[in-house]
């Protein structure tokens, strides 16, 4: 990767003297126009942030300076990389599909592709399916009841569009048994009873299985056998090269038998179809036109294809878009896993910090504009990549900056017996650095965070927007100008604050009582901690924020 540090000083030093400081988050779309790509996201961010933070502490008459031997770099007039290219065969009448598998809550890495989904068919005016890929699933990744609506619920909120009548695969196996014989009466499917590991070692070896070569009469006579049969006794298997490059291609299985009970349509169905089956009949039958998916999906891809051939339909579109890890989240994010953490207590249910499922990201107080600009600024990836959690942090911040109301909480509060202080009853201080407007603070004990207390030991400091005080053995009025030294918050006139991190553990102090008037789902920034918002008053009549970003 080049050296991208003169571009990233010329933007962030536009953005400083446009907005009064620069955003990291509007620096990286603009270095695309230079050459940067998607898959140095990760390496190029730390020189931003780091670049960043070197311009917001310049005076204004230094940014001017310097911009000015820069400002050539700045490209004025080329088109904003919107993250969504044209796509192939795009047009009237283009049909998308979402289609989740209802496990558990969409979590912001799957949300990725079925967020690009809906904004493609918003930039085309197209129709949008949501269609539950409910199949009977695995041991491993098991349909969870709750996850229907929990599903539906982060679609509503982040504002997709899709049909009102929804589909749901658990409810179309007439559909597919229907196609399942067709497919036995054209010869490309089989009824097969060779256990997995027989399965498993002809496909590595390209051996045909001893079943591959049963008569129509006989499949069609299995087939219906399935019915009854027991569980792994036989699968509907389909006829491909048994020389394929990909031994996992080689008559891949079509259809399974599972005793499980599905939540929605209980034990009326023992025999259930695989993905690539289902949606090779669905993609036709719904009209789908468009196909956005992972590249983990690309054999599922090639089996669809397989199929429509078969029955000789028209292929969709179908497009690939890379994975994205998100860099910063100490977990790997996991249905599966967040599943079995809500299922033992764990977790407090599928709006925990720790899920980052969507529920969890708004109770945060991270917006719908950010997730929806996040996925448009990844856009459609062809490779992997990973992509900081500070990146949509970024774009959070620079949305509810101008609106969030400043406020005062220490953590972990040790109190401070101030000698000789001033008499002052009450001071007015800033709602918002940007603003005129003022909040009234009433002056009674004060305290300060044991962190800065252990930090600033011996030390003068000032108490932001009152005075300064020296913390030695014993605690000093020194003077109230407002000179070169360590700032650090205060609160007096408190009341008991708690905030949840994205750890899932509490932070324990206290807050200012102004924040007493604040409404469930406000988002203010507890300065020098960071923005929050607001749950609700607890059952100790603590006031709960949960904890958004710096």
């Not at 558990?104 to 799957?110: E, K, P, R, T």
């Not at 996040?374 to 911040?397: A, H, T, W």
Request: aromatic share 10%; glycine share 6%; charged share 35%.
């Amino acid at each position: 990767m080049r050296d991208f540090s003169k571009e990233i000083k010329a933007y962030a030093l536009k953005n400083a003297l446009e907005f009064g400081k620069a955003d990291a988050g509007k620096i990286l779309p603009k270095l695309f126009q230079h050459g940067l790509e998607k898959k140095d996201i990760k390496q190029i961010m730390p020189q931003i942030l780091e670049i960043v933070k070197e311009v917001n502490s310049y005076d204004e008459i230094k940014m001017q300076r310097e911009f000015h031997d820069l400002k050539n770099v700045v490209k004025e007039h080329e088109q904003a990389q919107t993250g969504l290219p044209e796509l192939k065969n795009s047009g009237k009448n283009m049909v998308f599909r979402l289609a989740p598998f209802p496990s558990g809550a969409l979590h912001i890495g799957n949300a990725k592709t079925y967020l690009l989904n809906a904004l493609y068919a918003e930039k085309y005016n197209a129709k949008t399916i949501l269609v539950f890929d409910d199949t009977i699933g695995s041991e491993e990744k098991q349909i969870m009841p709750e996850a229907y609506k929990l599903i539906q619920n982060a679609f509503d909120w982040l504002g997709v569009r899709y049909d009102e009548k929804f589909v749901y695969k658990s409810e179309r196996l007439e559909l597919y048994y229907k196609y399942a014989i067709e497919l036995i009466e054209k010869k490309a499917a089989y009824a097969c009873s060779c256990n997995i590991e027989t399965l498993r070692k002809n496909r590595k070896k390209g051996k045909a299985c001893e079943h591959r070569s049963n008569t129509l009469k006989e499949n069609l006579a299995k087939w219906k056998k399935m019915f009854d049969a027991p569980e792994g006794s036989f699968v509907l298997r389909l006829k491909t090269k048994m020389n394929h490059p990909n031994p996992a291609f080689r008559d891949r299985v079509l259809f399974k038998i599972s005793e499980r009970k599905h939540p929605l349509v209980g034990n009326k169905y023992r025999i259930w179809p695989t993905l690539e089956m289902s949606w090779a009949i669905d993609d036709h039958l719904l009209g789908i036109t468009h196909i956005i998916r992972g590249n983990d999906l690309m054999i599922e891809t090639d089996m669809e294809k397989y199929i429509w051939d078969i029955f000789g339909w028209k292929h969709p579109e179908t497009i690939h878009a890379g994975l994205v890890r998100i860099e910063g989240i100490e977990n790997k994010i996991s249905k599966s896993k967040a599943q079995k953490e809500v299922k033992s207590g764990e977790f407090i249910g599928w709006d925990d910090p720790r899920t980052w499922s969507i529920q969890s990201l708004r109770r945060r107080g991270i917006g719908v504009k950010a997730i929806r600009q996040f996925v448009e600024e990844i856009g459609l990836n062809k490779q992997d990549i990973s992509i900081p959690i500070d990146v949509l942090y970024s774009i959070n911040r620079k949305i509810i900056d101008q609106t969030a109301n400043r406020y005062s909480f220490v953590k972990n509060p040790v109190e401070l017996k101030v000698l000789k202080k001033p008499d002052t009853k009450k001071i007015e201080v800033p709602i918002h650095p940007d603003r005129a407007e003022t909040r009234e603070i009433k002056i009674g004990r004060i305290f300060i965070s044991d962190d800065d207390f252990k930090k600033f030991k011996n030390k003068e400091i000032r108490l932001l927007h009152l005075y300064n005080v020296l913390l030695g053995k014993k605690i000093e009025f020194t003077s109230e100008e407002n000179k070169e030294i360590p700032k650090i918050n205060w609160v007096s006139d408190e009341v008991k604050t708690r905030i949840f991190m994205p750890d899932g553990k509490w932070v324990e102090g206290l807050a200012e009582r102004e924040i007493e008037n604040l409404e469930d789902g406000d988002i203010i920034q507890f300065e020098r901690f960071g923005f929050c918002r607001f749950d609700r008053v607890g059952k100790d009549a603590s006031y709960e924020f949960w904890f958004a970003h710096k």
